[in-house]
């Protein structure tokens, strides 16, 4: 167990931040040139202006008529992924690992808060796979990867939980807490999860095409 945990520290960290670091950048380039060569038109009217507008008012709770018209899903979603970010950011046991490995590190969240975080976005994963079974509409544009992009999002987190809390087999726990933690970040360039880092470039471009051609809102 402890080799295992060694490699998953070692080797297999440096791959996936490799991975994934490659994989992001990879594939802003390959959109970038996508849309040069087929819609060069888009990059005449890309304004920093509208585009960190149309960002900042859609970070703003209910501040879209989107979220207004679906207030629900709109509320999980939002705190589904507030906690998403923070709990693994914030973590006092990530952030040692860090400040050890690299002498960087910042302040963090209590361990209470962070453990609550941790049950709120298992409970959303298993609000998002409730809602994909049952409305009709949403089931009927689900595929498989779907729910196996759930299983990796929920993993890390319900291994954490498992491994805090020395529920049971501790040290396998752990380990696969890292395995999953690595897996769903090298996932992320490759699936559905790369809107964590294109979404504000998406955002950004819809906010200068309301903005600056229709002169109106997107939000």
Request: charged fraction near 15%.
């Amino acid at each position: 167990m402890n080799e295992i945990y060694q490699f998953l520290t070692g080797p297999m960290l440096w791959l996936t931040f490799w991975v994934f670091l490659f994989g992001i950048l990879f594939k802003i380039m390959r959109l970038g040139i996508l849309a040069y060569n087929k819609e060069r038109f888009l990059f005449t009217f890309f304004s920093f202006k509208y585009g960190f507008r149309s960002i900042l008012n859609w970070l703003i709770p209910f501040r879209p008529v989107n979220m207004k018209n679906h207030a629900i899903l709109a509320s999980v979603t939002y705190i589904f992924h507030i906690c998403l970010i923070l709990a693994p950011l914030f973590l006092l046991a990530h952030i040692s690992l860090l400040d050890e490995a690299w002498d960087i590190g910042w302040f963090t969240l209590s361990d209470t808060l962070i453990d609550l975080m941790t049950w709120i976005v298992l409970a959303s994963c298993i609000f998002f796979f409730v809602r994909r079974i049952t409305q009709k509409e949403v089931k009927y544009l689900t595929t498989t990867s779907d729910y196996v992009l759930l299983i990796i999002v929920a993993m890390p987190f319900f291994t954490g939980l498992v491994a805090y809390h020395q529920w049971v087999a501790y040290r396998f726990f752990l380990n696969l807490h890292i395995l999953s933690g690595e897996i769903m970040l090298m996932a992320i360039p490759f699936t559905r999860l790369s809107h964590m880092v294109l979404s504000p470039l998406t955002r950004a471009y819809i906010g200068s095409e309301f903005g600056g051609v229709r002169h109106t809102k997107d939000w």
